[in-house]
């Protein structure tokens, strides 16, 4: 059946706002609330179209607008599927693996390096340590649905915690870290963005030039000591940061 049929659809022909972006506007808004979920099949653009008063060319460029946003693709020979929502993440301090479990993700982890190497000047500087001593380097590809969503490098003051592989691919890191019993409590983050490598491009599944959200972010646990310093790339098609701006008295 075709789960559009349940979402009440309408427009408002008066509206100058054009046909088919008020049609992509409800069925985006139908993803981002799990009325469309992952891997549903959208019906026959005819009978949509028809159910709608609506041409046929309006409800493809609807469709298309959503493909477009990396929401909805088209499958030859299965038809139109929902692949999943924007993650749209806070900036508070929490983990990618715990908001993407939040948006109803089911997140995944592999594992691309797991060493302990010497301190960069970088490093050392962030987590307080001397240039050159150990520090452990997870490098991890974060994944949602099966889909790459972030490519994940953090560095961690040797010793602090076990980070054996296995675990690391089960969970997220800072869930790891609140169970060795380390208090997570403030961190300084920076974000911005660019323009994807050939590399980065393999890895995140994006063509080479793509635009790239990134974030560096040192983490302190509650006595002050640098736990965690953190260099993440994700994909701007599938992820955003959201602020909340207060006026200061």
Known sequence: MDPTVALHLGVDRSSPVPLYFQL????EAAIERGALTPGSLLGNEIDLAGRLG????????AIQSLVDKGLLVRRRGVGTQVVH???????ELSSLYDDLEAAGQRPQTRVLRNVVEPASAETAAALGVAEGSDV???????LAHGEPMAHLRNRIPAGLLPLDTERLEATGLYRLMRAAGITLHSARQSVGARAAGAEEAG??????GAPLLTMERTTFDDTGRAVEFGSHIYRASRYSFEFQLLVRP
């Open 203 to 208: 890895l995140l599944a994006e063509a080479e």
């Open 54 to 61: 609506l041409s046929r060319p309006t409800v493809r460029q």
């Open 85 to 91: 929502s924007q993650v749209k993440r806070p900036l």
């Open 136 to 142: 452990h380097l997870v490098e991890r590809l974060r």
């Open 24 to 27: 992509a506007q409800q069925l």
